[in-house]
């Protein structure tokens, strides 16, 4: 299989979010991203606070060097993964990545209006040691050892309470659900569901997890995203080509 990359844009106001247009890129290839990028951002859904160039995205072997050069900064969302604000130059080895590219809004106004640069590529795996990848890395893909898998019922569990950390394109803000909440959905008591994330939270432990945390708080998932246990979102139809 070849090793397709997309870089895509994709935003959102107080009401609707468009679909993620982007184009693909060939290893060594360079696109910058902004209102004045080749990929434009802030446009669509206009923003002066993205900048003209906000990002540079350069597919390398081990998978991407991103440059933040908008005003306002980035935070950085990979896929399964807890966000993190992003510095001026990040090496990412990750299978999908989502940049949000900070307008310089208020607290508490961030997110009527978003944008977002999208990284994918189906032949970079996961890694126990997250998305950022030192600059010298020489392996473009890590082959984990395959973990004994989840019960249908744990990773149902998971799915369903932390949809919105697994939801593809990214969305923010990313809440779990109650117990309660998540208990209808599945169709079982709350204690079904508190057993079934307690079977899974004891995996996170065992895989490094450092303290006990609550069943809806994200830190035990992140663990067993990296361990290979959650599986990488396929659908590609919101993929639309920059004409």
């Known amino acids: 299989m070849a090793d397709e990359r997309w870089v895509m844009v994709y935003e959102c106001d107080e009401t609707r979010c468009g679909v993620p247009v982007g184009v693909t890129v060939r290893i060594g290839q360079s696109l910058l991203v902004g209102r004045e990028g080749d990929l434009p951002l802030g446009i669509e859904i206009y923003d002066r606070g993205v900048s003209r160039r906000a990002a540079l995205v350069t597919a390398t072997e081990q998978g991407w060097q991103v440059e933040v050069l908008n005003s306002n900064g980035a935070v950085l969302h990979p896929w399964g993964q807890g966000p993190t604000l992003a510095g001026r130059y990040i090496n990412l080895m990750w299978p999908r990545t989502g940049i949000r590219i900070l307008n310089g809004a208020k607290p508490g106004e961030t997110d009527k209006l978003q944008h977002w640069l999208l990284l994918e590529s189906d032949m970079i795996d996961v890694t126990p040691v997250g998305a950022r990848a030192p600059a010298n890395a020489t392996t473009s893909t890590y082959q984990a050892t395959p973990p004994t898998p989840l019960t249908v019922g744990q990773l149902e569990a998971l799915q369903v309470v932390f949809a919105d950390q697994l939801q593809w394109p990214p969305v923010q803000p990313a809440a779990p659900l109650l117990l309660r909440t998540a208990a209808r959905r599945l169709g079982i008591g709350e204690s079904g569901v508190q057993e079934r994330l307690s079977k899974a939270h004891a995996r996170a ?39």
Request: charged fraction near 20%; proline fraction near 10%.
């Open 205 to 243: 432990l065992k895989l490094g997890l450092h303290r006990p945390v609550g069943l809806t708080e994200p830190e035990y998932l992140y663990i067993l995203v990296r361990a290979g246990y959650l599986p990488l979102p396929t659908h590609h139809s919101y993929r639309h080509r920059l004409d």
